[in-house]
Nanobody, 120 residues
């Protein structure tokens, strides 16, 4: 299963962006995706990768404390996609945002990230 994040771009502080991550690949990708735990992460220049949110296959979501109330994660198993709605963005949110799929019986996979730049 291949993952591709999209939706990044340049936005002013206080603005919003919606990122998407689509899974593609073998004909089994749909069933694999529905079993996967999906995660959103980001990595800012010169910093370590940060966890943002996890959505399990039942739709339960865990967020990092610093994004609660600003970021909303969701998944659509019918479309093999997950999304990350980001609101009230700050310059400190500038980073490359990536998605990940993993879990029991699922190969740990990372998608190519999408760059989010927040200007002050």
């Amino acid at each position: 299963v291949q993952l591709q994040a999209s939706g990044g771009g340049l936005v002013q502080a206080g603005g919003s962006l919606r990122l998407s991550c689509a899974a593609s690949g073998s004909t089994a990708s749909g069933s694999i995706f529905s079993r996967s735990i999906m995660g959103w992460y980001r990595q800012a220049p010169g910093k370590q990768r940060e966890f943002l949110a996890l959505i399990n296959n039942a739709g339960s979501i865990n967020y990092a404390d610093f994004v609660k109330g600003r970021f909303i994660a969701s998944r659509d198993n019918a479309k093999n996609t997950v999304a990350l709605q980001m609101n009230n963005l700050e310059p400190e949110d500038t980073a490359i945002y990536s998605c990940r799929s993993f879990g029991p019986g699922v190969v740990d996979s990372w998608g190519q990230g999408t760059l989010v730049t927040v200007s002050s």
